[in-house]
C-alpha cells in the first residue's frame, strides 16, 4: 500500500522560504501540512483561506505549508456507516507523510474524517488540528449566550456525534435536518458540489435546510462539511453562521504564529548560553 500512496502523493511546498544567509538554517521554523482531497476544492478553499487571511506584506510573510491532497481514500460517510476500518491505513498513511515531508502540525479540511482523529494523531507526533472541537470553541467564543445550534453536515458527521459531544460539553444542543430534509437537501448538495454541479441549486436547497433549522429554534448555523461553504449564501438565513473551514483555517494560522514564536524562544535561548 505505501508505494502506491507514496506514488498518489502530490506535496507542494506552497510559500516563499526565507532567504538563507551564509551558513543559516534553510527550513522554516513551522510548517503547516494539510491533508486534502476529501474534497479537492475544500482543500483549496482552505489554502486560499489561509492565504487572505494571513497579516503578510510580502511572498516571505505567508504561512510555508506542505499540501497531500489525496482523493481516493475511501467515502468516509459510508466508511463509518458500515464500520469499514479499511479506510484507517489511507489516514494514516497520509498524517504520516506529511511529518517526514517536514510538516510541524496538520490540518484536515474535512470533517467527517474526525471521526478518525485519535487513529491520525496516534500515528504521528505533531499536533493535528482537532477542526470540530475548534469550532464549537469559536462557536462560543463569538456567542457566549446562544443554548441551540443548528448543524449543517454530511450524514456521516451526524451520525458520529462529533458535534453533539463537543457542544454538549459546552451546554449546547445541536439540531440537525430531518432525515428527509439531510438526504433531499443537504447530502443531494454535497454531491453536487464534489461534482462542480449546479451551484445556484445547491444554495437554494442548503438555504431551505438552514431555515428550517432556525424554525425550529437553531440560533447559529454550523457549516460541519467543507463542501457547504462552497455554495451556502449566510444570507439566506437570519441567523449567525459559522464556517468550520474558516475557523480552521484561523487555527492553523493561529498554531504556526505560536510555533514559530515558542521555537524563535528556544533557538534565541540555545544562542544565549553558546
Known sequence: MKKGLIGLLALFLMAALPSPAAGAEVLPRAILGIFGGMGPEATANLYQT?????PAAQDQ??????IFSFPQIPDRTTSIRTGDRSIVPYLVEGVRLLEKAGATFIAIPCNTAHYYY????????????HMIREAAVETLKRHPDIKT????????????GLYEKEFRDRGVAVLVPDEGQES?????????IKANSDRELCRDLLGQAGRDLVRRGA???VLGCTE??????????????VNA??????AALRLYQEQVRERTRADLTVHLKS
Open 50 to 54: 489561509i492565504v487572505e487571511i494571513t
Open 61 to 66: 510573510d505567508h504561512v510555508p505549508t506542505l
Open 118 to 129: 485519535d487513529d491520525m494523531q496516534k500515528a504521528v507526533r505533531i499536533p493535528i488540528i
Open 149 to 160: 445550534v443548528g448543524l449543517l453536515a454530511t450524514s456521516g458527521t451526524i451520525a458520529t
Open 184 to 192: 433531499d437537501l443537504v447530502m443531494r448538495s454535497i454531491g453536487l
Open 219 to 221: 440560533q447559529v448555523i
Open 228 to 241: 457547504i461553504p462552497l455554495a451556502f449564501d449566510p444570507a439566506t438565513v437570519d441567523v449567525p453562521v
Open 245 to 250: 473551514s474558516r475557523v480552521l483555517a484561523e
